[in-house]
């Protein structure tokens, strides 16, 4: 019988760091550095607004948009945060977290033939959602020496008369790293003059160790053609409520409305009820949390260069993304065996893209002492190489 997959579903690779995940779940004793979610609880205030609308049976389905009161609040936080203004009645719309705003975002967009540009290293679904679409998805190289961010000489390397959007996620999954205001500002011209969109996943914004995130939408010159998406997922410990946002001109959101009403209808009802006390009363569990990955990464980014790592201190996300180059190993090699040998679960650079090579992805939202029993067993696997 023929093969009835079709070619764009052949041609996405399975996750690069999904292996290593299975195999983990075969072990005992790990310590898990690889999965990308807060180990905190949702807040409980938080969840008692979603347990609240089951109770009260407010469980029909909303607006396609989403609730109103949640695209307020959505709203009024862009702006008061970041000074980016999103008309809630029709630049908003609620989405089944930030994963669905991607898929959204790139099929509203990109035709196919479209070249998109996708800053490297990057979360693992960026490049097959350009695929699923029809786009030619094109790796833009932000390596370490760059501190991971996009740079105007490595845009202009890759910007050709087919490149339509450009993709970027910062703070960044799977570096840590930022991109300051002075960075955004000396992309912005070669983004206006090539007539690119710009898509900036800010999942991580609220997670800033220093100073404040900088949204791209905020600055004149891009708004007009900038796709927001953000959500709830990292910064209030809500990964499984599924719940985000996408934001963007007019024009853009109307026609991703289409696309989300046929896909998608609305997000969960309950999940935007407690988006909505999230945004209302979740603001200090929040800030407790952010200041101890603060400690967390102080702490095992210091350890993890005591013992030969070199790792760059990450300023946003909760991801250190230390070099193992100086171990003779390839990065799958390093994660596979630090995993069997000692027990610690990371995710190699190289399933984050070309720029992720020599390096591993490790989260360090985990207790304190299993990070330092992590570093523990790390040294002794580097010593025993």
Request: aromatic share 8%; glycine share 8%; with cysteine.
């Amino acid at each position: 019988m023929k093969s009835y997959v079709s070619q764009r579903a052949q041609t996405i690779p399975p996750s690069g760091i999904r292996k290593f995940f299975d195999l983990l779940l075969t072990m005992n004793d790990v310590i898990s550095l690889g999965v990308g979610e807060p180990d905190f609880n949702t807040p409980w205030n938080v969840a008692v607004a979603g347990i609240d609308s089951v109770e009260r049976g407010a469980t029909a389905y909303t607006s396609n948009k989403g609730l109103q009161e949640l695209r307020d609040l959505i709203s009024s936080d862009l702006i008061s945060r970041y000074g980016t203004s999103y008309d809630p009645e029709n630049e908003i719309i609620v989405t089944g977290g930030v994963s669905e705003g991607l898929d959204l975002a790139v099929r509203t967009v990109v035709d196919p033939g479209d070249e998109v540009l996708v800053a490297d290293p990057c979360y693992v679904s960026y490049a097959p959602c350009v695929t699923l679409a029809g786009g030619i998805p094109v790796s833009l190289p932000c390596p370490a020496d760059e501190e991971f961010r996009v740079t105007p000489d490595a845009l202009m390397e890759q910007v050709t008369k087919k490149t339509k959007l450009l993709m970027i996620n910062y703070p960044n999954n799977p570096t840590g790293g930022v991109m300051r205001r002075e960075d955004i500002m000396a992309i912005s011209d070669i983004i206006v003059d090539h007539d690119l969109l710009l898509l900036s996943d800010e999942i991580y914004a609220e997670l800033t160790y220093e100073g404040r995130h900088v949204s791209p939408a905020s600055l004149d010159d891009l708004w007009e053609r900038t796709i927001t998406l953000n959500g709830f997922s990292k910064a209030y410990s809500m990964t499984g409520w599924r719940v985000g946002y996408f934001c963007a001109p007019p024009e853009i959101t109307a026609a991703a409305l289409k696309i989300h009403q046929y896909v998608m209808l609305c997000a969960p009802t309950m999940s935007q009820y407690a988006a909505v006390e999230a945004l209302k009363r979740a603001e200090e569990a929040k800030d407790r949390m952010v200041a101890e990955f603060r400690m967390r990464r102080n702490l095992f980014v210091s350890g993890l260069n005591r013992i030969g790592l070199p790792c760059h201190l990450p300023k946003g996300a909760f991801y250190a993304f230390p070099s193992i180059e100086s171990t003779g190993l390839s990065d799958e090699e390093f994660a596979e065996r630090l995993l069997l040998e000692h027990q610690v679960a990371v995710a190699p650079g190289s399933a984050f893209g070309p720029s992720g090579v020599g390096h591993v992805r490790c989260a360090y939202a985990v207790s304190r002492e299993d990070l330092e029993e992590a570093t523990r067993r790390i040294g002794l696997f580097i010593d025993t190489i």
